[in-house]
T-cell receptor, first 114, second 111 residues
Framework: DSGVTQTPKHLITATGQRVTLRCSPR?????VYWYQQSLDQGLQFLIH???????AKGNILERFSAQQFPDLHSELNLSSLELGDSALYFC?????????????FGPGTRLTVL | EDKVVQSPLSLVVHEGDTVTLNCSYE??????LLWYKQEKKAPTFLFML????IEKKSGRLSSILDKKELFSILNITATQTGDSAVYLC???????????FGEGTQLTVNP
């Protein structure tokens, strides 16, 4: 158990819908990262927040957005869902953001879009 | 574009064998190389390497980084069925923002 929690574990929804994935980082970690893992793409970096501020964006679609709240938990919002958005979504956290710190991953949310 | 390539993509061995997994990278602002083990769900952290030539060890697992040749290897000795997993190599950049992952090596250890 990494100490990073994610809810829900599974989510099944229809195309065109909107969902929110939630992540709580390890105690004391200020950085939260979101990743998408699909069968054909591997693990892809989406976005990074540090202490409430957006630090970097990766391959994140415009239909997706995220935020980090004052209590440091983060939410990833996915809207206008398409079949291709079906994937495992991981949140990871780290203490700081120096590049020398390992990221610890949560258990993931499996999203299925029908 | 940053790139991480792992080989082999798949490996099947018998218990007790020793395996070597490879990871090469092309990253603009390299800071660290990390190895993760992914079984059913979340990747679990194994090692972080930042300096060339210094081996990191944890039990039967060890890893080393070559920053000149831009690669790393992960060795597992006396493999056990519990070592069956996907092993992911990732590279961290100086901003500390992202990890760029390779495709992973699917290791299967048969009894």
């Amino acid at each position: 158990d990494s100490g990073v929690t994610q809810t829900p574990k599974h989510l099944i929804t229809a195309t065109g819908q909107r969902v929110t994935l939630r992540c709580s980082p390890r105690s004391g970690d200020l950085s939260v990262y979101w990743y998408q893992q699909s069968l054909d793409q591997g693990l892809q970096f989406l976005i990074h927040y540090y202490n409430g501020e957006e630090r970097a964006k990766g391959n994140i679609l415009e239909r997706f957005s995220a935020q980090q709240f004052p209590d440091l938990h983060s939410e990833l919002n996915l809207s206008s869902l398409e079949l291709g958005d079906s994937a495992l979504y991981f949140c990871a956290s780290s203490v700081v953001t120096s590049g020398y710190n390992e990221q610890f991953f949560g258990p993931g949310t499996r999203l299925t879009v029908l | 574009e940053d790139k991480v390539v792992q080989s082999p993509l798949s490996l099947v061995v018998h218990e007790g064998d020793t395996v070597t997994l490879n990871c090469s990278y092309e990253v603009t602002n390299f800071r660290s190389l990390l190895w993760y083990k992914q079984e059913k769900k979340a990747p679990t952290f194994l090692f972080m390497l930042t300096s060339s030539g210094i081996e990191k060890k944890s039990g039967r697992l060890s890893s080393i980084l070559d920053k000149k040749e831009l690669f790393s290897i992960l060795n597992i000795t006396a493999t056990q069925t519990g070592d069956s997993a996907v092993y992911l190599c990732a590279v961290g950049e100086t901003s500390g923002s992202r990890l760029t992952f390779g495709e992973g090596t699917q290791l299967t250890v048969n009894p």
